[in-house]
């Protein structure tokens, strides 16, 4: 047995540019541990993940796909990352009733002009921006399968068909500790008062 064998070689970043994408996964996250300025709080956090049809990669033997993804906290201010991502997706500066009536769900589906920038360093490709189609491009169907999990709703049937990442992500949250580990329950009250600020992006 050689140790080579074993090891699968590590797939190359995506060249920085801009890529259509189309949302194929709105995942909420739940309440995340973060670390901001020395100290460890709680913060509420949603993913938004991507299929990126013109670049595809080896997979079991078929080329498919590649995805990227994109977390972010939930903050109500206009200068929060998420809120200007999602003004940059929409074309418009979203009002405050706008923003919180904004149903993520209602993203799956929806195509995407996508700034993709890499790490500092140079190991991963990150989103950066979101913009609408222009009108001359036609807007593409997903191959992949959809995604969709709230944390807060949380139902065990679903999050069983969810990939292996995604469910070791979710079994960070304060709602899958309190839910399966009582013993280690988690007090979110640090969150709820920070909940407002923002925290660095976790690049997948």
């Known amino acids: 047995m050689k140790l080579g064998n074993k090891m699968k070689p590590s797939i190359p970043p995506m060249e920085p540019g801009t890529y259509l994408g189309i949302c194929i996964g709105v995942i909420g996250l739940g309440e995340q541990e973060t670390q901001w300025q020395g100290k460890t709080r709680y913060v509420e956090k949603v993913r938004f993940l991507f299929e990126i049809p013109e670049e595809t990669i080896e997979m079991d033997g078929e080329q498919k796909p590649r995805q990227l993804s994109v977390d972010f906290s939930v903050a109500k201010r206009a200068t929060s990352r998420i809120r200007q991502f999602l003004s940059g997706w929409m074309g418009k500066m979203l009002s405050d009733e706008e923003y919180a009536n904004l149903e993520l769900y209602d993203l799956l589906g929806r195509n995407a002009l996508l700034g993709v920038v890499r790490s500092e360093d140079g190991q991963y490709a990150n989103i950066s921006t ?38 070791e992500r979710l079994k960070q949250s304060a709602q899958y500790k309190n839910a399966h580990l009582p013993a280690q329950e988690v007090s979110v009250e640090a969150a709820e008062q920070e909940a407002a600020e923002d925290s660095e992006e976790v690049p997948f």
């Open 130 to 167: 979101a913009t609408p189609l222009r009108k001359s491009e036609t807007p593409q169907t997903a191959v992949s399968a959809p995604i969709l999990f709230d944390a807060d709703e949380w139902d065990d049937a679903v999050f069983e068909t969810l990939p292996d990442y995604l469910q």
